[in-house]
């Protein structure tokens, strides 16, 4: 679990489309350089959120570290486009009896989506992402003032358009100089996960709603109680 809240910008020192050895396991491997800061209690097997996806670290030393990308994680982030020289957002595991900012993030990366406008207003910047229309569906969970983590940065939704599967966010200045988000242009793709507390509420209020399961089955039989009732008031049965 992690909060959103960018502990440290590391920078992609190597990428390994097959990486033989004993911490690449035959796959994808990327290695994050420059990352000393979050790395004083790493071990072997620890969760790190790099660009919002958890990732679990093979190797470290002093300065770097490295994790492997599953066919999944390739599929559903923009991580297959980092290069050499990147720069990425990194976010250690949540650790226990730490304050709690930010939002419950997962770092379950559930889709891309676009960069289509980017204005300054004041010191902040104004940005407005599009989600593919594979990913239509997850416009139901993105509500104004509501939680998102874009590349693993929480952020507040400032607005949305369901019709275009856009919505937007403002970075203050203090964030600014935090996260990649700062340098990426109109037309990059980012990685978004959705609050997971709004995606479980709208999951079980559209289950109970359309009538499946135990919460669908005891709304049903209230509906027709409440109906049975009125009808019996106007003697219609």
């Known amino acids: 679990m992690f909060t959103g809240l ?5 920078t992609v020192t190597s990428i390994k489309e097959q990486d033989t050895t004993s911490s690449g396991g035959g796959g994808w491997s990327v290695t994050i350089g420059q990352a000393k800061p979050i790395l004083s209690d790493c071990s072997i ?3 790190i959120c790099i660009n919002g996806a958890c990732l679990t670290v093979t190797e470290f030393d002093e300065d770097s570290f490295k994790v492997g990308l599953a066919p999944e994680t390739l599929a559903r982030t923009d991580l297959g486009d980092l290069k050499v020289g990147s720069k990425v ?4 595991a949540m650790a226990t009896g730490a304050r709690y900012g930010g939002h419950f993030v997962q770092g379950h990366v559930d889709s891309t989506a676009r960069i289509v406008s980017r204005q300054p207003d004041g010191n902040s910047i104004r940005l407005i992402f599009e989600l593919p229309e594979s990913a239509e569906h997850y416009m139901e969970a993105i509500i104004e003032k509501g939680y998102i983590a874009l590349d693993g940065t929480s952020l507040t939704i400032t607005e949305v358009d369901d019709t275009q599967r856009r919505f937007g966010v403002m970075l203050i200045a203090h964030t600014q100089d935090k996260v990649v988000l700062t340098d990426k242009k109109e037309g990059d ?3 978004v996960e959705i609050d ?3 995606k479980n509420v709208e999951k079980i209020v559209k289950s109970a709603l359309q009538g499946s399961g ?3 089955g005891a709304i049903e039989a209230l509906v027709e109680k ?3 009732r009125t009808l019996r008031k106007h003697q219609l049965i």
């Open 45 to 47: 097997g620890d969760s």
């Open 196 to 198: 997971v507390v709004c």
């Open 89 to 92: 957002n990194l976010e250690r």
């Open 189 to 191: 793709k980012i990685n």
């Open 226 to 228: 409440v109906v049975e």
């Open 6 to 10: 960018v502990e440290h910008l590391g």
């Open 214 to 216: 135990q919460a669908g």
